[in-house]
């Protein structure tokens, strides 16, 4: 809007230029010759000045977007960094549950085998203890009437002991089985973290 205004200045004074007084040519043909120039150049001065003007407010409206779009990514930008600075705070705790489990595996599995050791030395045991048994039995059946009272009641004894390794055997196996059961929880919770 300025610029038209300065531009109608300036063609007005081209105008008032023109205006005074001609040369007498004698032809009224140069005379009206002048005056056209000068409405057509006032013409092209008001477009050229209406031109500017637009191509003036299109800028100004084209960086005013521009820089709308600019603080909108840059909102965007903050917001992602956050967010990767989560997703690292979460992946470095996964990793510390992960290590944690695994230790927790191999605690368990190291139970599981001095269990098991130990369950198989009862049942060698338990095996002897059995034979023994059978021996005395036989013992007892080809023994004199005086020492089978003395040996029935070995015999008692050695089955009572044979009784309490057989609860105590059957205790730890089932202690073996849940154990077992929580290493593989265990090991499928670690799997499904990694």
């Known amino acids: 809007m300025n610029w038209s205004l300065c531009l ?3 063609a007005g004074g081209l105008r008032a230029a023109h205006a005074g007084p001609l040369p007498k ?21 008001v ?13 100004a409206a084209k960086m005013a977007k521009i820089s709308k779009m600019l603080k909108s990514h840059e909102g965007t930008l903050q917001t992602l ?3 990767t600075e989560q997703a690292a705070e979460v992946e470095k705790q996964m990793k510390d549950v992960i290590r944690l489990l695994q230790a927790q595996m191999a605690k368990q599995q190291a139970q599981t ?5 130990w369950l ?3 049942e060698q045991e ?6 023994k048994v059978r021996r005395l039995e036989m013992h007892l059946n080809n023994a004199v009437p005086t020492s089978i009272k003395e040996l029935q009641e070995r015999a008692e004894e050695h089955s009572d002991v044979l009784k309490g390794l057989h609860y105590l055997t059957q205790f730890h196996k089932e202690n073996i089985e849940t154990q077992n ?8 919770m670690s799997e499904a973290m990694t």
Do not use: I, W
């Open 47 to 59: 477009q050229f000045s209406e031109s500017l003007n637009y191509a003036y407010e299109t800028t």
């Open 120 to 122: 198989a030395s009862v």
């Open 8 to 10: 109608l200045c300036v």
């Open 81 to 83: 960094g956050k967010q």
């Open 113 to 117: 085998m001095m269990t098991k050791d």
């Open 181 to 188: 059961e929580q290493l593989s929880k265990l090991q499928s």
């Open 126 to 131: 338990e095996a002897e203890l059995k034979t």
């Open 25 to 45: 040519t004698g032809k009224t043909q140069d005379k009206a010759a002048p005056q056209e120039e000068v409405n057509v150049l006032m013409f092209g001065v």
